[in-house]
């Protein structure tokens, strides 16, 4: 017969995750500052690595590690975050959510990533310039541009259609 345990009752030494939860979030008077916290604050999520997610809440406060009730990848760097405290402890602090805006969709429209700039356009029109090359590939197909000017298509079947005048330009045009 199977044995119900009570909650006074421990299993192991080891503290599962709500153990540590509840540990961690008893409320702890902080020196100077209301240890009661229930509002939402603001912060911005400064790293994500194998200790867990660390946000700031201003650029004079060392990083915190916060708890998150959804995945944080590395793409969130750097986003600013919704933020409650367990127990209204501003040292247990979790991550409800990411803000989400038109302003920040306008800083998103413009990024450089490793010498790479990207921009999106209201028209709709997105821009990526490189340095060296650019590549999409989708299977066995790709795309490759190089700044040199020399542009590769490489696929196992390329159509091509036109409504109206196809064209092939160039110096000299081979086919087959």
Same mark, same amino acid.
């Given at each position: ?43 911005? @999520?400064? %790293? !994500? &690595? ?9 650029? *004079?406060?060392?990083? #915190? ?33 990411? @803000?989400? %805006? !038109? &302003? ?9 990533? *490793?010498?790479?700039? #990207? ?33 590769? @298509? ?23």
């Amino acid at each position: 017969m199977t044995k119900l345990l009570t909650s006074n009752e421990k299993t192991s030494n080891k503290l599962s995750l709500l153990d540590e939860i509840i540990e961690r979030a008893k409320p702890q008077p902080l020196s100077g500052e209301p240890s009661m916290l229930y509002s939402i604050q603001l912060a911005k @999520i400064i %790293s !994500n &690595n194998n200790e867990g997610v660390f946000i700031r809440f201003n650029d *004079n406060e060392p990083p #915190i590690l916060a708890l998150s009730l959804a995945p944080i990848t590395e793409s969130d760097i750097g986003k600013i975050c919704a933020v409650q405290f367990i127990n209204g402890n501003q040292n247990n602090p979790l991550i409800m959510g990411l @803000i989400y %805006s !038109n &302003n920040y969709l306008y800083m998103l429209s413009k990024q450089t990533i *490793n010498d790479v700039n #990207i921009s999106c356009t209201e028209q709709g029109q997105l821009h990526i310039q490189a340095s060296d090359s650019i590549t999409l590939q989708c299977g066995e197909s790709s795309l490759t541009m190089t700044a040199d000017g020399f542009i590769q @298509i490489r696929a196992l079947y390329i159509d091509n259609y036109a409504l109206a005048t196809n064209r092939i330009k160039g110096g000299s045009v081979q086919i087959n």
